[in-house]
């Protein structure tokens, strides 16, 4: 099992940099989203790479949805999305 430690540094700030650019200068607390899509990717890639991305994107939708319960649906959606691919990226790589 991996640990979420292992998320590269590289990793973590793109999340952080597809949040602000996803939320602007919202109100919601871009810190907080930035720490969901973080704890979602590496929730989603503690176990077997099979389907990390579906894992990634549902753990993303259900922690902003309980951590923002004010976020839209569609900006939930988007962030998902992003943890889905973040989460796949990172997969591919750590096969290189």
């Not at 907080?32 to 503690?46: H, I």
């Not at 902003?64 to 999305?81: D, F, K, W």
């Amino acid at each position: 099992m991996r640990q979420s430690s292992e998320l590269s540094g590289e990793l973590t700030e793109l999340l952080q940099h597809t949040v602000a650019d996803h939320l602007g200068p919202a109100t919601l607390d871009q810190e907080l989203v930035a720490v969901m899509c973080v704890d979602a990717v590496a929730f989603a890639r503690t176990y077997s790479p099979h389907h990390v991305g579906q894992r990634a994107r549902s753990a993303a939708s259900l922690l902003l949805e309980l951590a923002c319960p004010t976020m839209s649906a569609p900006l939930r959606q988007e962030l998902s999305i992003a943890c889905e691919l973040a989460a796949i990226g990172a997969e591919v790589r750590a096969l290189h």
